[in-house]
T-cell receptor
Framework: DAGVTQSPTHLIKTRGQQVTLRCSPK?????VSWYQQALGQGPQFIFQYYEEEERQRGNFPDRFSGHQFPNYSSELNVNALLLGDSALYLCASSGGGSESYTDTQYFGPGTRLTVL | GNSVTQMEGPVTLSEEAFLTINCTYT??????LFWYVQYPGEGLQLLLKATKADDKGSNKGFEATYRKETTSFHLEKGSVQVSDSAVYFCALTEGYSSASKIIFGSGTRLSIRP
């Protein structure tokens, strides 16, 4: 049973460019959350997707957007990249069936984004 | 708003030493509390959790007790190993469902000397 997977592993972009990160949730999970982890910091909640809609959002600008597909996989898009967007982007999955009433989230290995 | 404060690192100990990493929280309602661990080059792994006051979470020799009166969730281990070297994050969720977002502390880096 595959856990949460993310692609790509590493990415290098320049300021002003756009980037798309991808996440496949753990089998059976229907909820995907995205977090940004700056170097030396704890992860910060970006947003969460459920039933192909954004269910809740953290304190991030509109440059950060997402999407969830019918198979529950998800994308995180960041437009007009800034140097400060350099971070590890983590995807977490949860919910679905008997796990809908548990608050445990399972994290993927992350995508390391570097903005030059 | 809700927040988590944990002791700053890095923490360096010798193998077989006793470990305590302090964590306190601020929250309305009844949050669930967690410790996550991040090994070098890897994503976050759930280490243990507690969902109500006086619950004790435990895993791999680590323990933490949910103390509502002191709003704390300190992580302890009686005898650390070199393989425990990692970054540890205290965290809480603001609800009890898969819809809950996680609020993390800033992390404590732990290094164990052989």
């Amino acid at each position: 049973d595959a856990g949460v997977t993310q692609s790509p592993t590493h990415l290098i972009k320049t300021r002003g460019q756009q980037v798309t990160l991808r996440c496949s949730p753990k089998s059976g999970h229907d909820t995907v959350s995205w977090y940004q982890q700056a170097l030396g910091q704890g992860p910060q909640f970006i947003f969460q997707y459920y039933e192909e809609e954004e269910r809740q959002r953290g304190n991030f600008p509109d440059r950060f957007s997402g999407h969830q597909f019918p198979n529950y996989s998800s994308e995180l898009n960041v437009n007009a990249l800034l140097l400060g967007d350099s971070a590890l982007y983590l995807c977490a999955s949860s919910g679905g069936g008997s796990e809908s009433y548990t608050d445990t989230q399972y994290f993927g290995p992350g995508t390391r984004l570097t903005v030059l | 708003g809700n927040s988590v404060t944990q002791m700053e690192g890095p923490v360096t100990l010798s193998e077989e030493a006793f470990l305590t990493i302090n964590c306190t929280y601020t929250a309305t309602g009844y949050p669930s509390l967690f410790w996550y661990v991040q090994y070098p080059g890897e994503g976050l792994q759930l280490l243990l959790k507690a969902t109500k006051a006086d619950d004790k979470g435990s895993n791999k020799g680590f323990e933490a007790t949910y103390r509502k009166e002191t709003t704390s969730f300190h992580l302890e281990k009686g005898s650390v190993q070199v393989s425990d070297s990692a970054v540890y994050f205290c965290a809480l969720t603001e609800g009890y469902s898969s819809a809950s977002k996680i609020i993390f502390g800033s992390g404590t880096r732990l290094s164990i000397r052989p």
